[in-house]
């Protein structure tokens, strides 16, 4: 599964010299997901939603890891950092829905009010 997941990064434009760090970001989050996963499901259970889920988390990691390409400005006087947004953010997001039939629980629940 690794290899597929690093496959489609490759596909989506992960620079092949950080071939390490890729190796290590693919398994970590492969782990992360498999973890996320309904209790009985497998990454095999969720088709091509899984290495394509993982890719996009994958690539959002490896972007953060990139350094400051997306500075526009730094003040060091009361220290401030401006940041233009990257082309790949709201990408966990979408890799997130992507598995949601498979994904155990979220962190969302409903309380009951008193009436």
Same mark, same amino acid.
């Given at each position: 599964?690794?290899?597929?997941?690093?496959?489609?990064?490759?596909?989506?434009?992960?620079?092949?010299?950080?071939?390490?760090?890729?190796?290590?970001?693919?398994?970590?989050?492969?782990?992360?997901?498999?973890?996320?996963?309904?209790?009985?499901?497998?990454?095999?259970?969720?088709?091509?939603?899984?290495?394509?889920?993982?890719?996009?988390?994958?690539?959002?990691?490896?972007?953060?890891?990139?350094?400051?390409?997306?500075?526009?400005?730094? #003040?060091?006087?009361?220290? #401030?950092?401006?940041?233009?947004?990257?082309?790949?953010?709201?990408?966990?997001?979408?890799?997130?829905?992507?598995?949601?039939?498979?994904?155990?629980? #979220?962190?969302?629940?409903?309380?009951?009010?008193?009436?």
């Amino acid at each position: 599964m690794t290899q597929r997941i690093i496959a489609l990064c490759r596909a989506m434009g992960a620079p092949e010299d950080r071939e390490e760090l890729l190796l290590l970001l693919a398994q970590a989050v492969e782990e992360q997901l498999a973890g996320r996963l309904k209790a009985g499901v497998t990454p095999e259970d969720c088709s091509a939603a899984f290495p394509l889920a993982a890719a996009m988390l994958v690539m959002d990691a490896l972007e953060e890891c990139g350094g400051n390409g997306d500075v526009t400005s730094f #003040t060091a006087g009361e220290l #401030t950092i401006h940041r233009e947004p990257k082309a790949g953010q709201g990408r966990s997001q979408q890799a997130l829905n992507l598995l949601s039939p498979w994904l155990g629980d #979220t962190g969302f629940f409903f309380r009951g009010v008193r009436g």
